[in-house]
């Protein structure tokens, strides 16, 4: 057994990362600046995407989709249950409800047909959620969304890089939001990105800060003005050019972080299949997965919260992706949700365990993860 915790998610971090750091602590700038420029614009080039503006969290970036599209009271969204809680949450800021709607068995990302059931006259937008880094399948949802006149926002905080049908998420014209927390692929310690067409991403970098058309970098910029004017109440959701050192460092390695993430995937599901103790993450034909989890599907005779008991035991962190929106007081209370309404979504999330997958694992982590995990397979009569 391991002596060590084996953390499930830490931070990919070099000493180029901290030098990049230093060096803008060591500047004149400290705040949105020419980094947090740069890092935008190489952004935008790695993605194919129109247009990028970085921000302080994809929770952000997606609430500023919304807020551009005018979305409000007596306004609908559709979204996915199986998300991370901001999704939903957003949604309730700009005073609009979310219809949460079930997943598809084999992605775990939205079910299209459903989401087209679930279109009524009050219906806005749709936010698709790209599970684990695998991409939900937008060709259907574009259509309901063409069909309806409906915005589709892209929740891609998994997704950095995804392909679907051979094109990256965040390179086309509708709003595609990226997170850069601590656990995400890429991390500024907490950041996001908006992709879209340059003159939407110009509204979204006001409604970003403060409604102002002027930023501070421009103001106090040698030849600039301090005259500015406001032309909304805005939100201050800007990233700081410290948070884009990090960022555009990590841009530099993702390529090799993200081969490292597809390498150790491939030999979990390699070395898990034989065991039959578990239902493994897939990847469609025509879509290449971030491979940001890696979630085990705990097949009958596994107790999932005892799983997590022993992995723990073992040394091994592990978490849980998701507990479904529907299922949390706010929501239940709120909207008379039931446990069972969305019957994938909650059968899937009582099974459900992400193992350790990240860029800082070794071949001596992976194989203690997968000795892990076998041994407890095994021990409950669940594995052959
Ligand atoms: C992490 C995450 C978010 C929120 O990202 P932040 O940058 O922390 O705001 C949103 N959606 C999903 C699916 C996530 O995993």
Not at 66 to 93: K, M, N, Q, R, Y
Not at 94 to 118: F, K, M, Q, S
Not at 223 to 241: A, C, E, H
Request: glycine share 8%; charged share 20%.
């Amino acid at each position: 057994m391991r002596s060590e915790f084996l953390p499930f998610s830490p931070p990919s971090l070099t000493e180029a990362e901290v030098a990049e750091v230093v060096d803008t602590l060591r500047s004149a700038w400290i705040t949105t600046g020419p980094k947090v420029r740069r890092f935008e614009q190489e952004m935008a080039a790695y993605l194919g995407a129109p247009g990028a503006l970085a921000l302080s969290s994809c929770t952000a970036a997606l609430h500023l989709a919304l807020v551009l599209e005018g979305i409000g009271p007596g306004d609908e969204v559709i979204t996915s249950t199986l998300t991370f809680t901001s999704t939903a949450a957003v949604v309730e800021h700009v005073g609009a409800r979310p219809v949460l709607v079930d997943v598809e068995p084999d992605t775990l990302c939205l079910d299209p047909a459903l989401v087209e059931a679930a279109v009524t006259p009050r219906t806005r937008a749709v936010i698709a959620v790209h599970y684990g880094g695998h991409p939900a399948d937008l060709d259907p949802l574009r259509a309901t969304c063409r069909r309806h006149g409906l915005v589709l926002v892209e929740d891609a905080a998994h997704a950095l890089p995804t392909r679907y049908r051979g094109q990256l998420v965040g390179s086309t014209d509708n709003p595609v939001c990226f997170s850069f927390y601590a656990t995400k692929n890429l991390t500024t310690a907490e950041g996001g990105l908006l992709t879209g067409p340059p003159a939407y991403i110009e509204r979204a970098q006001v409604a970003g800060l403060h409604g102002m058309d002027k930023d501070a970098w421009k103001r106090n910029a040698q030849g600039g003005s301090w005259r500015y004017d406001v032309v909304m109440p805005g939100f201050k959701y800007n990233l700081t050019d410290i948070q884009a050192a990090l960022g555009l460092v990590q841009l530099k390695r993702l390529d090799a972080m993200q081969a490292r993430r597809r390498e150790v995937a491939a030999t979990y599901t390699a070395q898990l299949a034989p065991l039959e103790a578990f239902d493994l993450p897939v990847e469609r034909p025509g879509c290449e997965s971030a491979w940001h989890l890696y979630p085990l599907r705990l097949r009958a005779g596994l107790d999932r919260d005892r799983f997590i008991e022993e992995m723990r035991a073992r040394n091994i962190g592990t978490s849980v992706h998701f507990i479904p929106v529907h299922t949390f007081t706010y929501y239940r209370e709120k909207y008379g949700y039931r446990a069972g309404d969305f019957p994938v979504a909650l059968a899937e999330s009582e099974r459900l365990v992400t193992i350790p997958l990240n860029p800082t694992l070794t071949d001596a982590d992976v194989a203690d993860v997968v000795e892990a995990v076998t041994g407890i397979a095994r021990a409950a009569g669940g594995g052959r």
